[in-house]
């Protein structure tokens, strides 16, 4: 049977649902036969007729389909920034309105649409929609409980922040027509004030240590609210009366930052009592619904405090292989400040990330490990307001259901204007050559934006939409770790370094797991960074707080990396002459963004079969 008379078949089909539902199986059987018969020339061969179980599937995928559709209008119609970064755009012009009844509106449709969702028979679709279904269930799962649970609008203030980013990507990412999405950004910056009204209104006891972090991000907007004023120059700079609307624009925006600030500081400081950490309940949920994962929050705390014991051992090893009589003498952290402090200048950083990421390129296209990710990258300076918001490396993917892909590495830059003693301790510690590399395989090749180009090839939306931080975390962790192998790094202190970040991350999942379940309080978890890792104070501070709005993602820098490495040790043995790492390595990053166990089992289930797994 053709493409074309399938698809035509399948245009009846869903006709049929809709206007004649009435109709029974058997009738339905009956009259999918005369369509065939009359779609083709000659009767069809006994064998391309479609079963009663393949009608049934083809009409539950329709279904799934539907629901899927008014998923994304839902969040399109309640939630226009979130739209945005799916890569849904006729709403660019408004932002999220931030309010209870919003929220309620919102609540009642995902609601409404789980129940609907339930109603399809799950074991009639195919094998690969069963993973889709399952995965748009969690989803919405997690949505409802996330909007019943964790009331964002009075605990997080810093969530009143975020339209900045979505306003700054409209303007620098490149899709569609640059006018069109200027108009759209404008349009969301005249909308912004009103946003931080709405903050005032909302807000209410939140954790102290969220506030802080929200005046310290005001602080930054405040200061670098002028670098938008270049994104929008080839908008403005023929039109004098955009142009004015823009500086008008921009001073409400400073005007509401600062009465937000205000607001912040004098109101909702002092009374600054709310609790960040999630509790076990909620901890367990996300394990299960979220990241699939078949563990108790006990279970899992137990694991991360042993990750990290063994870790420790691990990296003291290592150090006293790089230096018996330094370890010997003062321990690991004299032999960590013996690491290689040059570095390239503040004015030659984006270049110097660049030719790495080009080495990396031609390195591993020469040992076929990984398939080359022809995805268009800009490597940038971050914009002020998001510096003390994101890693100061931070990997931006592209909108997930754009054609046109572009994704952004934003770079924390010092300012030039730094005192040379700072300016030269701040690059020796964050962008050394060393760490260069390192930063390199992580979030770029073969790391997350291979990981991001990969899980584009799968065809399924539902699968483009989801986010699955244990994906993305552990196959960034395990590029690390693969560029090793393939003699990557030029650094003899590489591997050390490795190391120590492999000892940091599983400190990181511990505390996670720890302050989590609430065995920890926030002074037990900075102290714990400052003893076991020698951190200083902000260094420790700074862990903490960004474990405390990520609840379980620093889990998976560990846990999925392990399985990872489990799965590719299995493949490896069973194939044994016939392995091949690349295609493993196509394999597990284009089922897409799903739980890593739906992934161990979908693999398991194609191999079995013998279905062509890479097309």
Not at 168 to 189: C, H, P, Q, V, W
Request: with cysteine.
């Amino acid at each position: 049977m053709t493409h074309t008379h399938t698809y035509q078949t399948l245009i009846f089909f869903k006709k049929a649902r809709k206007h004649y539902v009435h109709l029974t199986v058997k009738s339905i059987i009956i009259t999918a036969f005369a369509v065939l018969f009359v779609i083709q020339p000659s009767f069809c061969a006994f064998e391309e007729i479609l079963t009663t179980q393949e009608i049934q599937g083809t009409l539950e995928n329709t279904k799934l389909n539907e629901i899927f559709g008014q998923y994304l209008a839902t969040v399109q119609m309640y939630d226009p920034e979130r739209a945005t970064f799916w890569g849904i755009h006729d709403s660019d012009y408004l932002l999220t309105e931030r309010n209870a009844k919003t929220m309620n509106f919102q609540l009642r449709a995902f609601k409404k649409l789980r129940s609907n969702l339930g109603k399809i028979k799950k074991d009639v679709l195919y094998k690969e929609l069963q993973i889709d279904y399952e995965l748009l269930d969690h989803m919405l799962e997690v949505d409802i409980y996330n909007i019943e649970h964790l009331d964002k609008l009075k605990n997080k203030p810093q969530y009143y922040l975020t339209p900045l980013f979505s306003i700054y990507e409209l303007l620098t990412k490149d899709f569609g027509n640059y006018n069109i999405r200027a108009s759209n950004a404008l349009k969301r910056m005249k909308q912004f004030p009103d946003i931080l009204l709405e903050a005032e209104s909302n807000i209410s006891h939140p954790p102290k240590i969220w506030v802080a972090e929200t005046i310290s991000q005001i602080n930054e907007a405040i200061d670098d609210i002028h670098e938008f004023l270049p994104l929008f120059r080839r908008y403005t700079s023929y039109d004098p009366l955009s142009k004015d609307q823009l500086h008008q624009a921009l001073e409400k925006v400073r005007g509401s930052l600062k009465r937000y600030k205000n607001f912040l500081e004098k109101e909702i400081l002092p009374n600054a009592d709310g609790d960040f950490r999630t509790g076990a309940y909620t901890y367990g949920f996300y394990l299960e619904r979220w990241h699939g994962l078949d563990k108790t929050p006990g279970a899992i705390y137990r694991y991360s405090q042993k990750a990290f014991n063994m870790s420790l051992k691990e990296f003291e090893a290592e150090s006293r292989r790089m230096d018996p009589m330094l370890y010997k003498a003062k321990g690991w952290s004299a032999v960590l400040e013996k690491l290689p402090k040059n570095h390239p200048g503040v004015d030659e950083l984006i270049t110097a990330f660049q030719n790495e990421l080009d080495r990396s390129y031609q390195h591993f296209d020469e040992f076929k490990v990984v398939q080359f990710p022809n995805q268009r990258l800009l490597i940038k300076k971050m914009p002020g307001f998001l510096k003390s918001a994101k890693p100061y490396v931070y990997y931006q993917p592209p909108f997930a259901l754009d054609t046109m892909r572009v994704s952004e590495l934003y770079i924390d830059t010092p300012p030039q204007k730094t005192p040379k003693d700072a300016l030269d301790k701040i690059m020796s510690n964050s962008f050394s050559y060393t760490l260069i590399e390192l930063l390199v395989t992580y979030s770029l090749m073969p790391g997350l934006h291979l990981q991001s180009y990969e899980a584009s090839h799968n065809p399924s939306k539902i699968r483009m939409i989801s986010h699955q931080p244990f994906i993305t975390n552990g196959w960034a962790c395990y590029s690390e770790l693969l560029a090793g192998e393939m003699g990557f790094y030029s650094s003899y202190w590489a591997g050390f370094m490795r190391a120590y970040i492999k000892v940091l991350r599983s400190a990181r999942a511990f505390v996670d797991a720890a302050l989590h379940q609430k065995k920890m309080d926030y002074f037990q978890a900075v102290n714990f960074f400052q003893e076991k890792l020698h951190l200083s104070e902000g260094q420790a501070k700074s862990e903490v707080l960004r474990i405390s709005n990520t609840p379980t993602e620093s889990l998976g820098y560990i846990y999925a990396v392990d399985d990872i490495l489990d799965m590719r040790k299995r493949y490896k043995s069973a194939e044994e002459k016939y392995f091949d790492l690349r295609d493993f390595h196509t394999q597990f990053l284009r089922e897409g963004n799903i739980p890593i166990p739906q992934i161990k089992s979908e693999l398991k289930r194609k191999k079995k079969s013998g279905e062509k797994i890479i097309k």
